[in-house]
């Protein structure tokens, strides 16, 4: 937004340099980034924040010099000045077809205009703010826009087919030339303004080269409106257009100045063009009042650190516009004006009175340090171990986002349930806050890939997002992604090694090992997966997430041509049963014992149910169960596999005799035989 300093000083009856001006606005929260010259005048290039669509305009910003500086705000006429001419003229029908996304439009003929170059007090004021001159109708407009923040638009009324305005959602099919000379599709839904053959401007973002006002103009429509910010903002997103009136209506304009707009722009365009008013037609309805909020002088000075006086909050609000309803002792009850649609509580008025009040004028408090003995949550500390332990096995972290599209949620259906959906997205790429982090993970290689990095090891740590049963509630569950692909090994030694799913399955246990966790797998169907498998917490029961092989049909549509291992692991019951505090083990003063068994059991047997049952069995003295062996092929049976585990086992006490260990291993050989049906060799 920029700011003329002369043009701010007409209605702002301050005696300020420009940089104390500059200085003043910008504590009070309209920030000035720069200064240049403009002639005589100063202007000023200012960050308005979008909650403060009021400051995009000159008297705004003029209001807030008078609050900040204890000044008189002098308001021009928003009246059609008085023994003005008016009469008859062109007729014209305005109707609203869409009162949600229009709900109040006006429209006012004036007729018998000379249109001509702009006076120059016109003409250098718009300058100023760096808009071009074109000619006195249209410079009107741009110079009413910037000072009050009400966008207008003039029509060439002779141009307007059928006597008649609709304000309508476009059709499909419809095309507009805007005033920028290119021509605009444009889509089912857009706003427009149309005559009885199509539209002649895209509502609230640009007029149409076909009703512009030219030289030969004589009579014009003058419109003056409110449009949805939503609807603007998408349609001038989708248009690639964007203009100082969608800029405005984007962030939402003063609902009270549309009709004083338009009366302050007839009176200056009489001045400028001559002419004569003729009829207003003002169609649809807006509220005319803000919200009431009832204000504590006490407490806002407490909260503050101040010595707050009513007297001086009073000020402040009826400088910034408020209008004050009813007082008592300590309390003030008011109402927002229309322009100020952020003010809605307590704390907003709070807010108000600090600026004004000045935040430099608010003494500084260091409280007493009181030291914490816990200063981070566990959650904290487990995620912390998460990414120390996975980034010390070579491991990259990424982060992604956290909206996808359809096809990503129904890639990978069955992980996908409950799906929450934006109802109003930015794109359909980003319409559902994502299910699972498998989409982020599988972008990420591909990008890489495409950019020759094929030996990629990925995690992420996010969050996935579901509805919370039937009602409107929602859930958010944390999550660990890991993704595997291309070299896992190459060394001039061992030569090259391609990463399996049993890499990414070691890189678990490991990390689980750090938890002081025991995994557990089980076979498991995924959509989008092969050679998958659940993974388990053993600790707390139950199904945590799962690891495998991604299928071809989803790569291709990531394009990507190698194998890819993912795993997703539910975060919340690992950080409940995560062990943090490390314990002390003495080393074996014992020595140990072990034996190997070789068994015959079918492929469904997982190899984790073996180990378990050795465990089980052991009888406390099973200290290390290794899988040693896998053989699949010749002399063994169709659908049957040949493992190999050796067995430490020792005690803390004592020496265990060999008449011990062989009666301990003996029960595990017997309890594989019973429980698992599993043939000893």
């Not at 257009?241 to 007839?266: N, Q, T």
């Amino acid at each position: 937004m920029k700011l003329s300093y002369d043009w701010l000083k007409e209605y702002a009856d301050i005696n300020v340099s420009p940089e104390e001006l500059a200085h003043g606005l910008t504590m009070s929260g309209s920030e000035v980034e720069g200064m240049h010259d403009s002639g005589k005048d100063k202007v000023m290039e200012l960050e308005i924040t979008s909650n403060r669509p009021d400051c995009l305009n000159i008297i705004g910003l003029a209001r807030e010099a008078a609050a900040v500086f204890d000044k008189d705000l002098k308001l021009p006429e928003f009246i059609i000045p008085e023994n003005t001419e008016q009469g008859k003229g062109p007729k014209v029908e305005c109707v609203i077809k869409d009162k949600d996304l229009c709900p109040r439009y006006t429209a006012r003929v004036i007729a018998g205009v000379t249109v001509k170059e702009a006076t120059d007090g016109i003409e250098k004021r718009i300058k100023a703010m760096g808009l071009r001159a074109v000619n006195n109708i249209v410079d009107v407009t741009n110079y009413c826009l910037m000072e009050t923040g009400q966008p207008l638009h003039a029509f060439d009324l002779d141009k307007v087919r059928g006597g008649k305005i609709m304000v309508r959602k476009a059709v499909r099919g419809e095309k507009i030339v805007a005033i920028d000379e290119v021509e605009h599709e444009l889509k089912p839904g857009m706003l427009v303004i149309a005559d009885s053959r199509g539209p002649i401007a895209i509502a609230g973002v640009m007029g149409g080269k076909e009703t512009e006002v030219t030289s030969s103009t004589k009579n014009i429509l003058l419109e003056s409106a409110y449009f949805d910010p939503i609807s603007v903002r998408q349609t001038a997103r989708e248009l690639g257009l964007s203009s100082d009136s969608s800029y405005r209506f984007e962030r939402g304009v003063d609902k009270g100045m549309i009709r004083g707009a338009s009366d302050r722009a007839a009176g200056l365009i009489l001045k400028e063009a001559g002419g004569k008013i003729c009829e207003l037609y003002d169609a649809g309805k807006l509220a005319s009042g803000g919200a009431k909020i009832k204000f504590s002088v006490p407490k806002a000075g407490k909260l503050l650190d101040i010595a707050l006086k009513q007297e001086e909050v009073k000020r402040i609000f009826e400088k910034l516009g408020l209008k004050i309803l009813e007082e008592d002792e300590g309390s003030v009850l008011v109402e927002a004006p229309t322009f100020r649609e952020d003010l809605k509580s307590e704390i907003d008025l709070t807010e108000e009175v600090a600026r004004i009040y000045g935040y430099d004028n608010i003494p500084g408090k260091i409280e007493k340090f009181i030291p914490q003995v816990k200063r981070k949550e566990k959650t904290r500390l487990v995620k912390e171990k998460l990414v120390k332990t996975l980034s010390a096995l070579g491991l990259d972290e990424i982060m992604t986002y956290s909206l996808i599209n359809e096809a990503a949620v129904n890639r990978f259906g069955s992980i996908s349930k409950d799906t929450v959906d934006l109802e109003n997205p930015i794109s359909g790429e980003h319409k559902t806050l994502t299910p699972h982090l498998l989409d982020g993970m599988l972008r990420s290689i591909s990008w890489n890939i495409n950019r020759k990095n094929r030996d990629l090891f990925f995690f992420e740590l996010g969050k996935k997002y579901s509805r919370k049963g039937k009602g409107p509630d929602f859930q958010e569950v944390p999550l660990l992604c890991m993704g595997l692909t291309g070299l896992k090994r190459r060394n001039w030694m061992d030569g090259e090694r391609q990463a399996t799913v049993y890499d990414l399955k070691g890189t678990l246990e490991v990390l689980f090992s750090r938890l002081r966790l025991a995994p557990g797998f089980s076979k498991r169907d995924v959509d989008g997966m092969i050679n998958c498998a659940s993974v388990l917490l053993k600790e707390a029961g139950g199904n945590i997430g799962f690891l495998g092989q991604v299928n071809k049909k989803v790569l291709d549509e990531y394009d990507i041509e190698q194998k890819v291992y993912i795993c997703q692991i539910e975060l919340d019951r690992i950080m409940e049963e995560t062990v943090l505090l490390d314990h002390y083990r003495s080393i074996p003063r014992f020595p140990e014992a072990s034996r190997d068994v070789s068994i015959l059991c079918d492929q469904a047997i997982a190899a984790d149910d073996i180990a378990s049952l050795i465990n089980k069995t052991g009888e406390d003295i099973v200290r290390e169960i290794e899988l040693v062996d896998v053989y699949e092929g010749k002399q063994i049976p169709e659908n049957k596999k040949s493992l190999t585990y050796n067995i430490k086992y020792s005690m803390d006490t004592r020496t265990l005799t060999d008449e011990e260990i062989e009666a301990v291993h003996e029960s595990i050989k017997e309890a594989l035989v019973k429980e698992l049906g599993i043939e000893i060799r």
